[in-house]
Each structure stands twice: as C-alpha cells, then as structure tokens.
C-alpha cells in the first residue's frame, strides 16, 4: 500500500498567493498522504499566508488532528528555506517558482546525507504551434483568443503562452495583423509585486535586444508604476534556432512569435526546445493528420498536450497533469494537479507473509474501513 513519506516542506510561489501557496495543491496533497508539513511562506504576501495559515490551524483544532501537522515560517534569506531541506526530519520538498531557486533547492537536497525528492516546478514557456490550415479558416478566432490567453492574470500564469510558432501560409501575415491589432487594445494591468514587475520589464528589455528580434505589437501604455504592458515579439526561425536565449521565459504578459518556413522548419525547432509543462496545436484535421511526427515530438517535451485550445488554467481531476520534463519540472513523472499530486509524498511498501491481524486496515481480510481497493487486480469493496 501507500504510506506516508513524513515531514514535508513546502514553499510558497509569489504569483499565487492562494494556489499554489499555503493551503495550495502541495498542502492538500502532502495532507492526504498522511504528512506533516512545514511551509515557508512567501515574503511577496506575508499577510495573506498568515491569514490563511491561522484557519489551518484552526481547522486542524476542530478536527482534533496532534499538533505539530501543520507549521509555518517566514523570512527574506534564502537560509530560511535551506534550514527547511536541510532538516533531517524532512522528508520531501513541493516548490513552485524561478529555475534559479528551484534548482538550489534539489541541489541541497541531493547533498544531504540522506537524499530526499524535491517536486520544483521551475518555469515554462508553454509554446504554441499555429498551422497552416488552422491559420487559413480561423485566422482572427485564433488571434484573439492567444491575446487573451497571453494577458490572462497580467500573463503571471505559469501556463501562460510565451512563445507561438507560425507556419507561412497565404494567410500568416493577416494573422500577424490581427494579433497586433488586438494586442495594442489591451491596457495595462497591475503586477501582483515590484520584484515580479521589474522582472519582466527586465526580461523584455533583454529579448527586445537580442539578435533578429523585433517588438511586433505592444498594449496601451501602463498608468501605475507596477503596471505590466503586454509586448509580442517576432523573430524568424535561423534566428530562434541559433539563439537559446530565447526560448527562455519572460514571466510576464510577453510572448515570442517565430515564423517557421515550412513544415520541417516546425519539427526542428520542436525538437530544439528543452522540457515545458504544455504545448499546444492549432490545425484542421488535415493538419493535424499531417503532424503526427511533431505531436510524437512534442510527447517527448511537455507534460499536457492540447489540441486547438490555450494552455492558461489547469482543471483539478484525475485525468490532469501539471507538470513536465526539466527545466519545468525537476521530476517529470509527476503532477502538482489533480489527484494524482497525491503519489508526491507517499511511498509504496509490500507486506509479505503477514498475518492477517498485523496487517494496517486498509490491507485486511474483513476491510473495516469498506474502502475500494484492488484486489489480485480486481477493484472491489
């Protein structure tokens, strides 16, 4: 059966103060296996972890659950969360933020005495294949509907498309009239904090200047000083492929548009691309028919592939899987959505030859618990 892993820590994100951070998905599920927790709350909403954290607290009373299942720290240094991986007493790590602070926390927990597993979701720039069929019939629906997706949460979404591959067809240039079109209605809106605005004023000043890259389409300009501009680039294939630059992430609402030749221009650079959470195809069903050679490619690279739709927002179910190869994830067999974020923090353990009364309830004979279980392969009651 599946037992428990034991102490958990687990970070906070600054782009969801509530998702994905106290009572977030990693919470829920460490909770579920059976885990104590340790979270480190983010220094971006101080006020909003403790606000939340107090009615765990309170919740854990009234259920009667032993102290000690749910703690909370704060602080600014990064020696407050290594104190975390560092403790021995910890036994997995659930963080969702920068490549930067992901990857130091698996490098600490790698170099512990006694390893443990870290679940860092680290960053993705979800990208999206436009083609050629799908841009003839649904050139504007398709336009708009990437505008939105873009600038959905001020782009703070970790799904949030930033980067978009065109086929050239006869219709690719009214496409890029109708994404710019759309794009310089949108106003600016407010960023969640200073740190993640001046991250991505920073990050576009850094594509803008990059070889073969030009600003296609800008929104109204912000009124606020925290407010983010949504800003489309454009740069063609030879320089995408010979610049690894820019497939990197600009958090943010900013995505990067690559005009691909033809056909194999699009399987090159799908195959160039290092690990993100999703990808998405737009075509017909001829298209899609005639790229099964690049949906077999993109298996390889993301965790969620989606056909003629946007990746921004997950559904919590059992069919979800939020994560993806490195660098978007530090361990691609799992998810930190749906139900199955459950397997995260436990371990499965046989008992062999055990009497039946020694057995935890869940594995005997007469089930107490009338909980479903598999059975020599079988589900039954």
């Given at each position: 059966?599946?037992?428990a ?46 606000l ?5 607290r ?11 299942t749910?703690?909370m ?19 997995a ?54 505008a ?25 240039d009214?496409?890029y ?20 605005h ?16 030009h600003q ?9 000083t ?30 990067l ?9 699009l ?10 959470l ?42 979800m ?17 749906g ?17 039946d ?13 009338k ?11």
């Amino acid at each position: 059966m599946q037992v428990a892993l034991g102490p958990v820590g687990i970070f906070g994100a600054s782009n969801f103060p509530l998702a994905f951070s106290v009572a977030g998905g990693d919470t829920a599920s460490a909770l579920a296996a059976g885990c104590t927790i340790v979270v480190k709350a983010h220094p971006a909403h101080p006020g909003t972890s403790e606000l939340v954290g107090n009615a765990i607290r309170q919740a854990i009373m009234d259920c009667k659950m032993p102290d000690g299942t749910f703690s909370m720290v704060h602080g600014q240094s990064i020696d407050v969360g290594m104190a975390i991986v560092n403790n021995k007493h910890i036994k997995a790590v659930g963080f969702t933020g920068s490549f930067k602070g992901g990857k130091a926390l698996f490098d600490a927990a790698a170099k512990r005495e006694t390893p443990i597993p870290v679940y860092a979701e680290m960053g993705s720039v979800n990208p999206v294949f436009i083609l050629p069929g799908a841009m003839e019939t649904k050139s504007r629906e398709i336009a708009e509907g990437l505008a939105a997706s873009i600038t959905l949460g001020v782009g703070q979404f970790c799904t949030n498309p930033g980067l978009v591959i065109t086929e050239a067809c006869n219709s690719t240039d009214s496409f890029y009239s109708e994404l710019s079109g759309t794009v310089s209605k949108i106003e600016a809106g407010t960023m969640l904090t200073k740190a993640i605005h001046q991250a991505y004023e920073n990050g576009c000043d850094r594509l803008g200047q990059q070889s073969g890259v030009h600003q296609m389409a800008k929104g109204k300009g912000p009124t606020k000083t925290q407010d983010g501009m949504v800003s489309v680039f454009h740069v063609n294939s030879i320089d995408f492929l010979s610049n690894e630059h820019l497939e990197e992430e600009v958090f943010g609402p900013s995505s990067l548009v690559v005009s691909a030749k033809g056909r194999q221009d699009l399987l090159s650079i799908a195959s160039r691309i290092k690990g993100h959470l999703t990808a998405s195809l737009f075509g017909t069903d001829e298209d899609l028919n005639n790229n099964r050679d690049l949906i077999h490619i993109l298996e390889q690279k993301v965790g969620r592939l989606i056909i003629n739709g946007f990746p921004t927002g997950v559904e919590v179910c059992h069919a979800m899987n939020h994560g993806g190869p490195f660098p978007a994830t530090t361990d691609s067999r799992s998810t930190s959505v749906g139900t199955a974020s459950i397997y995260r923090f436990t371990r499965p353990v046989c008992y062999q030859n055990f009497p039946d009364r020694l057995l935890p309830e869940e594995l005997q004979d007469t089930n107490p618990k009338k909980i479903w279980r598999l059975y020599n392969g079988e589900w039954m009651k």
